[in-house]
């Protein structure tokens, strides 16, 4: 079995939050460590309905509307319902009110104060505050850009020092009324230099997820959790790292190829583990090649020419068809979190079951039911009173984002 089990995990947690105290504040010192609570959820799914109150789409094949998007690569809502839409291709968000109209467009391609380059724009992510303020993390300036409620550039946080390994972070969700965003996957890094003969190994013993403190001009990183690294360096079918913010400023992630959901709270504490009874299914060859095959034909064709994009284009194909494999298909396949904390996790059923589904759990670990296979996509955002938005394409391929309404018990 590759995944780790529920003690190990929170022993290699708390053992890096005893090590390191560099979010943890001597008032949460000062209560006693926690039990940690073992929440058995049921084995049979109780479905639920995904018929969600459509409330408008944006999203044009006219080539001079504002809604027509290149590439959405992040959606995002403020506290007032606002959706924030991050395009990579013509680097702009656009700002959408209820009745989707138009109420501003900012960020821009270029070299200055609130501008990013084209070669770095497409891996761009962005966080939306509940005051309406926008958080872009830059891989190029290898920090973080903050804008006003209005869209005006608010300033920067660079990470610390002479970094040559930018991080490429794969989603940012912030935490609830502060400067404080988290990684929401497993934090990789770019190495500009080749490694020196007297260079040490940079590969730990955990995956930790990170969150990122952007109160000053200095970015200052903190392990929230110690996630589990599995042996080796296969990616095909890597049990994931994904984690989520609850309201509380707690927050949950999965690490194992199990089924085992974390709650933690910042310095690593696990307090409540998940739990459903499915088990990870063994990978075949045939199995594999199916796997390279999607991969493959998921890759985004590189426009305008970008030579940038292009190399890495086409060094990502080249990993890819030299992937190397688990020996089983981890279970939970993504997880995220809503604006009142109810967690969604996407999973591969069990027994043998085809087709992925996705459980709604309540943030005190109550299990709400389950979509089956087809009925709905993870949402790309969660915004107030149950608002939910997907980034789709039509028929043409041409990128639109639909907003919907969950109902009460879903929220």
Known sequence: MLGKTTDEGTRCATAVAMATLSITTLAE????????????????????????????RVGSLDGDGWDTFGRVAGVGFDGAGNLYILDTEAVRISVVDLQANLVRQFIREGQGPGEFGSDTAPVLEFAVMGDGRVIVYDLGQMGFTLFDADGQFERMARFPGAQMSP????????????????????????????????????????????????????????????????????????????????????????????????????????????????????????????????RLEALAPVRGGNSFQQQMREMRRGQIEAMEFFDEIPVVVDLTTSWEGTIWVLHRGGGGAEGNRIDLISSDGRYLGTFPPGSTAMPSAFGPDGLVAFVETDDLDVPYVAVRRLPEGMR
């Not at 006693?32 to 799914?45: H, S």
């Not at 991080?167 to 990789?188: C, H, K, N, W, Y």
């Open 167 to 294: 991080a490429m972070i794969g989603g940012i969700q912030a935490f609830p009324g502060m400067d404080r965003v988290l990684a929401t996957s497993e934090v990789r890094y770019l190495r500009m230099t080749a490694p020196g003969p007297d260079d040490e190994p940079s590969e730990s013993s955990f995956r930790h997820v990170l969150s990122y403190d952007l109160s000053g001009d200095e970015v200052r990183i903190d392990s929230v959790a110690a996630g589990w690294r599995p042996p080796g360096d296969a990616e095909g079918f890597r049990p994931v790292l994904r984690a989520g913010v609850l309201p509380s400023g707690a927050f949950v992630y999965t690490d194992s190829s199990t089924y085992a959901i974390k709650s933690a709270v910042p310095g690593g504490l696990v307090t409540r583990v998940l739990t459903r009874p499915f088990q990870p299914r063994p990978v075949t060859g045939r199995i594999r090649a199916d796997e390279i095959e999607r």
């Open 29 to 56: 010192l000062a209560h006693p460590l926690a039990a940690q609570e073992v929440i058995e959820l049921p084995a049979e799914d109780r479905p639920l309905d995904a018929d969600f109150e459509d409330i408008y």
